[in-house]
């Protein structure tokens, strides 16, 4: 006989460019067990391109499809904190989305097909000008994780301009392989990936090229990225985020 499955809460998915050091992280995660007891709360990227909204926002859309709904997502690149930039929350996919109005979550709805925008209106007694990430997006994902009362109001979409492809390094792993903006879809498999006036073919793998070969391969992200077997891309080629890649027939 069937039994009806019991009900799942959602976990809450840290995304934020603070770094694996330092006191941030730790805090906020201090929020959370504080305001969501017995949710779970997983560090998924901390190491987001620090205070680039527009190059963290391809990997959270890239991300936020790889952890099935329910979901609340903690989004925290925020260069603009303590200044008039809205705090936001969005419903979409059967996910939760908490962040800054500054274009860093709207990659990620336009992928999971849209959703509802909301401004939050709540504000906690204390509210520190610089660390909205503890003080107002950590107790907001929390309450929404819980399904408590949260103060807010719909708004329209907000459209910041963000590339949802952009042809450019927006990420250096800590190997040291480049990724970036560019979805497996957009590049062909025989197609010349050129960087840093370097002429790179796709491998499947690492071990389909020699030792020291640069290449691009598609990640466990589905976007396309530069490496070396045995090295570092970022160092042989000299990438950074930011850096334009482009798409050559082979």
Do not use: K
Not at 95 to 110: I, T
Not at 209 to 232: N, Q, R, T
Not at 234 to 247: E, H, I, S
């Amino acid at each position: 006989m069937l039994r009806p499955r019991a009900r799942q809460d959602p976990m809450i998915l840290l995304f934020t460019d603070f770094g694996p050091g330092g006191p941030y992280t730790g805090q906020v995660e201090a929020v959370l067990a504080r305001e969501a007891p017995g949710v779970a709360a997983v560090r998924i990227m901390e190491d987001a391109p620090a205070m680039r909204a527009g190059a963290a926002a391809v990997l959270l859309a890239a991300l936020v499809e790889t952890v099935p709904p329910p979901a609340v997502w903690l989004c925290v690149v925020d260069p603009g904190v303590g200044t008039a930039r809205r705090a936001l929350a969005v419903r979409t996919a059967g996910r939760w989305l908490v962040g800054p109005d500054n274009g860093l979550m709207e990659p990620a709805v336009r992928r999971l097909g849209g959703g509802r925008w909301h401004e939050i209106r709540w504000r906690p007694s204390r509210l520190s000008d610089t660390f909205h990430g503890r003080d107002l997006f950590a107790p907001a994902a929390a309450r929404l994780a819980r399904g408590a009362p949260l103060d807010m109001a719909p708004v329209p979409a907000p459209d910041h301009g963000v590339a949802d492809e952009p042809a450019e390094v927006i990420y250096v792993d800590p190997y040291g392989n480049c990724v970036t903006g560019l979805r497996a879809g957009a590049v062909a498999g025989g197609a010349v990936l050129v960087a840093a006036g370097r002429r790179l073919r796709r491998a499947r793998t690492f071990g389909e090229v020699p030792p020291g070969a640069a290449f691009w391969y598609v990640d466990s992200m589905g976007l396309v990225e530069i490496a070396v077997h045995g090295g570092s891309a970022a160092a042989r080629l000299g990438l950074r985020v930011g850096d334009p890649v482009a798409v050559e027939r082979a």
